[in-house]
DNA sequence: GTGTTTGCAAAGTGTTTGCAATTTA
DNA sequence: TAAATTGCAAACACTTTGCAAACAC
């Protein structure tokens, strides 16, 4: 028989956010968070599933990702009208967007220098500056 | 009997996009570039032409703001998955992103300032750079 | 007249929703 | 078993497309 182990942490992430460890969480969970910083988006995400022979309806996929960036799990990542991105890496970083082949990568820390931010019109407070460098390629 | 003007320099500005001054494009034209900055989605500006009695179709509009930004006379801003705006502004400059009313404002020039640009990855060229500040509001 | 542009309605894309069936604790 | 979660299919919002009628030159 096969025994499929699945890292406690995962576990804790997904209950620390107050969600249940479901058998499609833990498996988009992992499908995100066990190989480095992604960039995806959900119908990658649900490809990326059933090629993994992990059976999810792409509806469970959206939200699931809503659910993970309400978490602070994931971040969204808007480049592209029509199809939005979620990206694993929430830390304070920017981006690529390669416009041909709507991928999208991190920009290496450091990389970006904003030395000006402007102050938040009146009455608001700046919720992120978001950085895209778009590149034909 | 009531004369219509419509400045000199606007039809030039289509001509000289290879594009025919017809009625839409002109009173779209006229709607975009004759008051200031703008940003606009389709809708809005299918509404606008509708209640200063222009009649035009939104794919008209659809089709008038891609021309547009092809020739170089409109700018496209993606900010929001799901919805395009554009920019009657094609200077090199920056916006604020009101999440709450879904509204765009320029950021005044000087006030975002990027003193590093990261070199484009191999084999690719930056098309733009975009600073985007999404407050509240 | 000839080629361009328009408007309509239909199709397309990515995303969300309602709800019954299933699963989790 | 009570509450949360899932999957499906339908609904959605925005955008694009095909094509006949209208228009610009």
Redesign the pocket.
Known sequence: MTMTCVPGNLMDRL?GA????????IALARLLFEDGDRHL???QLHTMALTADI?????????????FTDAGLLREIVVD????YFDTNTSDHHHFFYERSGRLEDIPFGQVQLTAVPQAPEGTSIRRVDVVVRVDG
């Open positions: 209950r107050g969600l249940r460890p479901t058998r499609q969480r988006t959900a119908e059976r999810v309806s792409l509806a469970t996929v959206y939200n699931t990702l809503h659910q009208s029509g199809r939005s």
